[in-house]
C-alpha cells in the first residue's frame, strides 16, 4: 500500500514537474507583461528551479529553442487552464447548490479528463524539454534531481522523528 502512495506521489510529481521545466525558459515576464522578480535569472526563474538554468548551462541557441517551443504551447496551456478553472467552478457550483450525485459525478469525470489532458501535456513537454538537452546536461539534471530526492527524504526522516 505504502509503495502504491509512493509511486502514486511520484507520478504526480513527476507531472508537476514536467509542466514546469519547459515555461522555466522564459523571459521572465508574467502574463501581465511585467518583470518578475528573479527575471535576471537567465530566463529560469522562481522558486526551487531558480539555479536550475545556470547549472544546465544551456547555449542561447538552446534557450531559443526552449522559448520557441513554451511560445507555441502557450495558447493550448491558456485554454486548458481556463478550461480547468471552468469545471472547478461548475463543481464547486454543484455541490454548493445542492446538484444531486448523478450531476456531480459527471462534472466530477469531466474535471479528471481536463487534468489527464494536462498530465499528458506536461508529459509531453518534459519529453521536449529533454530532447533539447545534450547528454551532459540530462546527467547534470539527473543529478540535481537525484540531490533533491535526498534532501527531500533527510527532511522527511527529521519530520517523523520529531513526531515520534
Known amino acids: 500500500m505504502k509503495s502504491n502512495k509512493f509511486l502514486a506521489t511520484g507520478i504526480l510529481l513527476l507531472s508537476i514537474a514536467s509542466i514546469a521545466m519547459p515555461t522555466l525558459a522564459g523571459d521572465g515576464k508574467g502574463r501581465d507583461g511585467r518583470h518578475h522578480a528573479w527575471a535576471g535569472q537567465e530566463g529560469f526563474g522562481g522558486g526551487d528551479f531558480r539555479h536550475v538554468g545556470k547549472a544546465l548551462d544551456l547555449t542561447d541557441a538552446q534557450k531559443e529553442t526552449l522559448k520557441a517551443q513554451r511560445e507555441s504551447d502557450k495558447a493550448a496551456r491558456e485554454a486548458l487552464h481556463a478550461k480547468l478553472f471552468e469545471a472547478r467552478e461548475a463543481l464547486t457550483t454543484a455541490v454548493?447548490?445542492?446538484?444531486?450525485?448523478?450531476?456531480?459525478?459527471?462534472?466530477?469525470?469531466?474535471?479528471?479528463?481536463?487534468h489527464a489532458e494536462q498530465a499528458l501535456a506536461g508529459a509531453k513537454a518534459q519529453k521536449a524539454f529533454l530532447a533539447v538537452l545534450t547528454a551532459e546536461q540530462k546527467q547534470t539534471l539527473a543529478e540535481l534531481k537525484a540531490k533533491r530526492q535526498d534532501r527531500k527524504g533527510e527532511r522527511k526522516a527529521a519530520r517523523e522523528s520529531a513526531q515520534s
Do not use: Q
Open 96 to 114: 454548493n447548490s445542492g446538484a444531486n450525485d448523478a450531476e456531480i459525478s459527471v462534472l466530477a469525470d469531466a474535471l479528471g479528463k481536463l
